[in-house]
């Protein structure tokens, strides 16, 4: 049996760079690169993860098949000028490798940006997906992310189609907000 772990990290070596940029480049030919539509050089991938590594409230998470990098997430949290969303952080590039697929490092993945926002005191957390993305919405939906909207035109393909794209969120701390008195959803 494989054996699958996920690890958030705050540096990578010289190999650990090279995996996880190869894994970004089978992934986004494989049609889930996070908004890349064709795999950038691997220079820019590197200057790319560098900067997520560098930026204040991202934190990159990766996740090894028998030990190697096979895929990645990233928690970001808002700005601190940001008091109005202080409590709500996003899920956001998430991929696994096709190699790896099938071991349940989405799912890890998932869980633990979602366990470190916990832990960080965050009550909900936020994701969008294309629509065309079937493997990652059901893992979505079955991990208790709410889809609340969906846009015509996310995302616009190499050939000039537009995709659809979903929205969800989820309850991390406390119970979902409720109506007001008016009826509406609090703002």
Same mark, same amino acid.
């Given at each position: 049996?494989?054996?699958?772990?996920?690890?958030?990290?705050?540096?990578?070596? $010289?190999?650990?760079?090279?995996?996880?940029?190869?894994?970004?480049?089978? *992934?986004? &030919?494989? !049609?889930? =690169?996070?908004?890349? %539509?064709?795999?950038?050089?691997?220079?820019?991938?590197?200057?790319?993860?560098?900067?997520?590594?560098?930026?204040?409230?991202?934190?990159?998470?990766?996740?090894?098949?028998?030990?190697?990098?096979?895929?990645?997430?990233?928690?970001?949290?808002?700005?601190?000028?940001?008091?109005?969303?202080?409590?709500?952080?996003?899920?956001?590039?998430?991929?696994?490798?096709?190699?790896?697929?099938?071991? $349940?490092?989405?799912?890890?993945?998932?869980?633990?940006?979602?366990?470190? *926002?916990? &832990?960080? !005191?965050? =009550?909900?957390?936020? %994701?969008?997906?294309?629509?065309?993305?079937?493997?990652?919405?059901?893992?979505?939906?079955?991990?208790?992310?709410?889809?609340?909207?969906?846009?015509?035109?996310?995302?616009?393909?190499?050939?000039?189609?537009?995709?659809?794209?979903?929205?969800?969120?989820?309850?991390?701390?406390?119970?979902?907000?409720?109506?007001?008195?008016?009826?509406?959803?609090?703002?």
């Amino acid at each position: 049996m494989a054996e699958t772990a996920v690890a958030e990290i705050k540096a990578l070596s $010289g190999r650990e760079m090279n995996e996880l940029c190869e894994a970004t480049d089978s *992934a986004i &030919e494989a !049609g889930g =690169g996070f908004g890349w %539509l064709t795999p950038p050089s691997h220079h820019v991938l590197e200057s790319y993860y560098n900067g997520v590594l560098l930026v204040p409230g991202r934190s990159l998470f990766v996740g090894r098949l028998d030990g190697v990098i096979a895929g990645s997430a990233q928690l970001f949290r808002p700005t601190r000028n940001n008091e109005a969303q202080a409590a709500v952080c996003i899920l956001t590039s998430s991929f696994v490798s096709p190699w790896a697929r099938g071991h $349940g490092l989405a799912r890890m993945l998932t869980e633990a940006v979602e366990e470190t *926002a916990r &832990e960080e !005191g965050f =009550g909900m957390i936020n %994701l969008d997906v294309r629509e065309t993305q079937d493997v990652a919405i059901a893992l979505y939906e079955n991990l208790g992310y709410i889809h609340w909207g969906t846009h015509p035109l996310y995302a616009r393909l190499p050939d000039g189609s537009w995709v659809p794209g979903r929205f969800y969120y989820k309850i991390l701390i406390g119970e979902t907000p409720g109506p007001t008195a008016s009826g509406d959803a609090p703002a």
